[in-house]
């Protein structure tokens, strides 16, 4: 399964999986997705230039879980995050 959400990597800002019951789904992988329009001029996007970043997420067994992102800078550890992005995920027949 593939989460996607708009983030502002080049502004410091990006998403952290902060739960989800991890013997029914599983993070594989997360990487940024430039807009069309940077990737084709082949240079790094404008600071602040929007991004989507894509978790992987995998099956590990069936039932049902709350997964939970949040959204900031890593290192504002004493601020609440910008945003949160809740997903119900449901693995079975």
């Known amino acids: ?3 996607r959400l708009q983030a502002q990597p080049s502004a410091g800002y ?3 999986l902060l739960s989800a019951d991890q013997s029914i789904v599983a993070l594989v992988e997360t990487s940024f997705v430039l807009p ?3 990737a084709r001029k082949g240079s ?3 600071v602040g230039a929007p991004a989507e970043q894509v978790f992987v ?3 590990q067994t069936t039932g049902a879980t709350e ?3 949040v959204y900031g800078r890593p ?3 004493e601020k609440p995050p910008q ?3 809740r997903l119900s995920v449901k693995v079975g027949p």
């Open 14 to 16: 990006s998403w952290h």
């Open 1 to 3: 399964m593939r989460v």
């Open 83 to 85: 945003r949160t992005a």
């Open 44 to 46: 790094a996007p404008q």
């Open 36 to 38: 069309d329009a940077d």
């Open 67 to 69: 997964v939970m992102f």
């Open 75 to 77: 290192w504002e550890t």
């Open 57 to 59: 997420l995998k099956a």
